[in-house]
């Protein structure tokens, strides 16, 4: 079976400060892809990053990053010098055997 | 279309009440899913199709759902005798293929259904 762990329900910093999303996941694939996706208030969700179960490499674009452990079974996301448009919920996901499974979100809210 | 598109956006129903929610997916994209969002919480699976076919509807939450989607594009999600439990943002995605792992899904606005 397949599961995508949240464990941050709800997130509120200030504006600049960094803060990072837990992701944690349970699958019996060996290849896989995770994803993140961000729902603004206007209840879109928008595709952020995907990563496969073969690479580790972390990556950066801008103020975003993702570290991928495989050891830990862990995805996790940072935001770097937070901005209130970041205001958003966050879902992490998982894709295996076809099924896309989602994580149940963390709220995150900046503060000006 | 250019993005996923749902009709309607907003469906305010009486309980008991049969409603029709309809997803027109992305052009060429294979794969087409269903998701509910209750207020506050995560996104629940309900279905998925590769072509017209539904490989996966382990996801429904009672024999009131059902879907179905023709000439492998538009779908269409029922919910029969609605309760107010039913309530919820249903939301669809789509994907160019259900096979292959690395294909992201494409969402689309949803649709609010309010049964009162």
């Known amino acids: 079976a397949q599961k995508v762990t949240q464990a941050q329900t709800e997130i509120s910093v200030v504006e600049k400060e960094d803060v990072t999303l837990d992701c944690v996941y349970e699958?019996?694939?060996?290849?896989?892809?995770l994803f993140w996706y961000k729902q603004p208030p206007s209840g879109e969700l928008v595709f952020l990053i995907r990563?496969?179960?073969?690479?580790?490499q972390n990556e950066i674009s801008g103020r975003y990053s993702w570290n991928f452990q495989k050891s830990t079974s862990s995805f996790n996301f940072t935001i770097t010098a937070s901005q209130v448009v970041d205001s958003a919920v966050y879902f992490c996901?998982?894709?295996?055997?076809?099924?896309?499974?989602f994580g149940q979100g963390t709220r995150l809210t900046i503060n000006p | 279309g250019a993005g996923v598109s749902q009709s309607p956006s907003n469906k305010v129903t009486e309980k008991g009440k049969d409603v029709e929610l309809r997803c027109d997916p992305i052009s060429g994209h294979t794969a087409l899913y269903w998701y509910r969002q209750s207020l506050g919480q995560g996104l629940e699976f309900l279905i998925y199709?590769?072509?017209?076919?539904?490989?996966?509807k382990s996801g429904l939450p009672s024999d009131r759902f059902s879907a179905e989607r023709t000439g492998g594009s538009v779908s269409t999600l029922t919910i029969q005798r609605t309760q107010q439990e039913d309530s919820a943002v249903y939301l669809c995605a789509s994907s160019l293929t259900a096979s292959r792992v690395n294909t992201e899904a494409f969402f689309g606005q949803g649709t609010r259904l309010t049964v009162v």
């Open positions: 699958t019996r694939d060996t290849t896989y892809y």
């Open positions: 990563r496969n179960s073969f690479d580790e």
């Open positions: 199709f590769q072509g017209n076919s539904a490989p996966d």
């Open positions: 996901a998982l894709r295996g055997a076809q099924k896309l499974v």
